[in-house]
């Protein structure tokens, strides 16, 4: 199967983006059996509502996968209760909102998505290695995608060598950058670091320079505002084996509107 | 001279019991040449506002020193450059509103009062130690008071022992419990790891326990709502020799409503 | 039952002092059914050694807790697995050495300890919280004693209020600075959010100012050299009813030699 | 000009990779006039020594620079006084050992570098933006590499877009992870956020996945090793307008030995 997974998507101008640019996708890449995206700062570069994520369904996409700003909107908590198409990191803990974890069917094909979430420089929760584990036992489906939401290079790195042979894939996100070193490890996993983001590049990883910089000069809060300059789709398609879930393609795209 | 020094002072219930508490300790302490207070959480936990430091000075309050919440309010910014009597961490880089340090005269007495922030654990600003150095030297007043808004115990002694006899006193604020190793250091200064908070101690540092805790078991952000129970007073009392700046004794009060 | 914690034992001054000052304590408060003692830096600062347990222990010590710097020194790892009166953070995860929860028995009166490790400005392992419920209930004693080693203040307090009514106490370890806020919170559970350090007071939390001071000011690493000055033993006597386990009362030590 | 800039080099896999690749590339990219490769890690991970740099020169690096790790070894120290092709972060404070920032002279052509260290998730030091404002006014040479080592993308990303115009490129290190966004930003300055690491990628960041394990499952710390696994060179080519300083072009290399 043909998955596409679409790094952050970053308020209005990554909405509007991803929406543009789907006809493309498909025509230049083929089908695609499932789209995924990480939404958690679909909302004005702060979490999800409800039309936020009608915007991203509409657009195609199948499943939309979570973060640490996922829960910035206190609207977003009914609807990750409600709708299993909406992912928080699965090792939030017990009594969170929500769930980390959906098996998607689509055409006879099915595909599992694991949502994680990091703790270097983060804050506190469950071990991502042990949910991990626990987790993918019970998944039904040998395509199976991790979404790990990260800061640090390090930690998404050892997770990917931890789950090699046992997921599809182990896709970074949070850092809004996009990192260069996708392979398809031994065991059949596809990696990145960071899938990157979709949304305005012109300013710091999806903020206008001008809303970001006072804080890092004077350490005083600031509100950011999201940047709408040099537009760019930061995703990749993963090729699977049906069978065997194993990856055997991983490209990274990183697509400006034409 | 005697000054009082009065630890973070938690929104309402902490400026309510301090304006109910400067009689007791005026009659038990005897005369206070001035009263400096930490008010970085008065304004409902989080700031100050222009009526809210009125407040503080209608209490006997002299000067308000700050920290990291100093600007959680926009509006605290251009009272920060207005007021003298309203101190921000020091340290923060140039082009911060407001200043943080204070030379203030009353009845002939003249107090110098130094703000700043540590860095373990916080915002990365400017070296609170050459900070310390360069402010020190422009000051025309034997008693100096600092007070260094910190979250790590190890900073907050370093500083202490860094400045012993060049100011009457390093007082900690920010971690909102009193610690008990009031003493005076060998060169003459007062020193007390933090002098603790002024306000609600029946919850969690200030907050209410029922909206803390959400947070601590769910990595999920909570909105915290200020505790009204078990009112304390936290301050130190020193008493400065006034030609040398010495201190002579330092008392800490940790005082219940009668 | 009458039980002394000792709060964190640092190096050669620490285990001197101790040595030197228990007559004097079990003179002054009585006999002692238990001594606990937090041992992390009982080694040269960092961890743990084979003969610095038994000097411990010599001392009169039942139980030694640990915290972070635990496991700096190898050796402490199969220590740990071997004697049950070492612990060692029990949210640490599945597979580290040693256990976090003893239950000891001593003239048929029966202690249970517990040490846990907080998450804020630490490494991340498992939530403190919800091992805390999962090892309380295997506890076959009234008196349940817990050291809560952290470096947030917000972290100690919560938790305290969180186990109020299932154990005798909640003690913080970890700063170094003892604070001044003990109680018995209202359902029977002594708390005091830091205990404070058991050794040479004269520097920064432990160690000489000389050998902290230029990492403080320059950001490069530096050895750590043990404080020999201003000795100081930390700790806390609490008085139990071993029928129902609720604390009778907390009282603070902060000891110098004669 | 032509300059070569090599990624984090990873202990003696990293440097014999170096040198067995500096041919291929002067084949293939033809002349370079400077080569600049970040150093903190060529000593087994952990810092520099005499030989170390000795061996980085003998590949034909011009200019080693540094980061975090740079201090790990203390001989480096005295090297860093005496050999002025060594740098460290400017940023550091006044009375560290060593330089920041040098001007280099080949064949009649000059270049400055100027390596900073970021704060974010970092040890606390001076601000990166501030150093370089005062740093750069001090060069007199158009064509100006800034070496900028930090943890947070963002971070990067802004200091590149403050120096927009005032320098010929800004290139992130620290990560590890070689990042997809290079670009000559519109001021004329080429910025890649992290250039990545020199050394074997199939562990994690340049350790094995075996020793950087139990400390991710565990929390307990570990010996960590260098991995010699699937070796690369991540490093940049780029060409610099010799009169206007301005980058004309930025290519990533990530490339593997024959
Ligand atoms: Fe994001
Ligand atoms: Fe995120
Ligand atoms: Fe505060
Ligand atoms: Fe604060
Ligand atoms: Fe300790
Ligand atoms: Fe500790
Ligand atoms: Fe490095
Ligand atoms: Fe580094």
Redesign the interface.
């Known amino acids: 199967m043909r998955v596409l997974f679409v790094g952050d998507v970053m308020g209005r101008p990554g909405r509007k983006l991803l929406a543009s640019m789907m006809g493309r996708i498909r025509s230049q890449w083929g089908p695609l059996d499932f789209v995924v995206a990480n939404g958690e700062n679909a909302a004005a570069g702060f979490g999800l509502t409800a039309p936020v994520a009608e915007e991203l369904f509409r657009c195609g996409v199948d499943v939309v996968t979570g973060g640490n700003h996922t829960?910035?909107k206190k609207e977003a908590l009914p609807l990750l209760d409600r709708d299993p198409r909406l992912l928080r990191p699965a090792n939030?803990?017990p009594?969170?909102p929500g769930r980390g974890l959906g098996v998607y069917e689509k055409n006879g094909r099915r595909l599992g998505v694991l949502n994680l979430q990091g703790?270097?420089?983060q804050?506190?929760?469950?071990?991502p290695?042990?949910t991990a584990d626990e987790r993918l036992g019970g998944i039904d489906a040998p395509c199976i995608l991790v979404d790990v939401h990260a800061?640090?290079?390090?930690?998404k790195?050892?997770l990917a060598?931890?789950l090699d042979g046992r997921v599809s894939a182990v896709l970074g996100t949070h850092?809004?950058?996009?990192?260069?070193?996708e392979e398809v490890l031994p065991g059949g996993t596809a990696y990145l670091?960071?899938v990157?983001m979709t949304g305005g590049?012109g300013?710091?990883?999806g903020m206008t320079?001008a809303s970001?910089?006072p804080k890092?000069?004077?350490?005083?809060?600031n509100k950011f505002e999201v940047c709408e300059d040099d537009l760019r789709l930061c995703a990749v398609v993963l090729e699977l084996d049906d069978e065997t879930g194993r990856a055997l393609s991983i490209e990274?795209l990183?697509l400006r509107p034409e």
């Open positions: 829960f910035d939030y803990p009594g969170v703790r270097a420089f804050t506190p929760i469950d071990c290695f042990r800061e640090a290079t390090s930690e790195r050892a060598l931890y850092t809004h950058v996009q990192t260069a070193d670091n960071d990157g590049h300013g710091v990883i320079y970001v910089i890092l000069l004077t350490g005083v809060p990274r990183n």
